[in-house]
C-alpha cells in the first residue's frame, strides 16, 4: 500500500560543518614574562604562542631591509643592557623564540653554553653557536641570504668581535619587530569583536509586526496611487 506520505520529498541544504567558539587566539608575551619565567625556573614555556612565525606578513616593510640599530647603537638600549648582567642567556633565548629559531629552554641551553665557552676561552665554538642563530634571525626577517641554517662569516665575526653588541642588537630589533606586529594583531581583534558585536546587535533587534492601523494606512496610499 502507497500513499502521498511515502511520496513526500524533504529539501535539506548541506554546508561545511563549523566549529563555534574554538578559534585559536594569538597570546603575545613581552619581555616581562620572560624574566618571570626565567627566575621562576619553570619547566616548560608558553612560548609557541609567542613566536611570530606565521606573523610575517605583519612586519613592516623598513624592519625588512636591515638592522634597525647600528651594532655600535648597544649604549641606547639601556635597559637591555643592564639586564644582560643576569639575565644574559634568558634574553638571547627570548630573541630566537621570538622568531621561531629555537624553543626558549633549547635557547636558554644554548646560551649558557655560549656563555662557557667564552669564559674558558673556546670563543669561536660559543660565536659560531650564536652566529648560526643569528643568520638565520636574519632570514627570517629578510634580509639574509635566504639560506636556512646556512651560517655568514660576517656573523660569526660579529660575535668574536663583540659579543655584547650583537646581543643588544638582536634584541632592539626583535623587540620593534614584535610590538608592531603586536599592535597589527590588536586592531585587527578589535575589529572582528566590533564586528561580532554588532552582528549580534543587529540579531537582537526586534522583529516590527504591522499593526491594523499601518495595514490600513498603506492600503489608502496604494488606493490613491491607482
Known sequence: HTSLTDLYLSMVEVQQP????QEAKMVFLDVQDYVVLASTGAHSSPADQAALQ???QYIPEEHQTGWLFG???WYKSKVTCC????????RLAYTWDTVGIVPYWKGVRQAMMCCGLYLLGCWPCGAFIAGQNRSDLKDFLGFGDGVKSNIEMADICWYILCPICSVVQEAAH????FAAVRAVVAAEAAEKAKAKHQEDEDEEKPIEVPTLQS???EGINAAAFD
Not at 18 to 21: A, C, H, I, K, S
Not at 83 to 90: T, Y
Request: proline share 4%; charged share 20%; net charge negative.
Open 54 to 56: 606565521g606573523y610575517t
Open 174 to 177: 626583535v623587540d620593534k619587530v
Open 215 to 217: 495595514m490600513f494606512d
Open 18 to 21: 563549523t566549529l563555534e567558539g
Open 71 to 73: 651594532t655600535c647603537d
Open 83 to 90: 639586564s644582560l648582567i643576569v639575565l644574559l642567556p634568558a
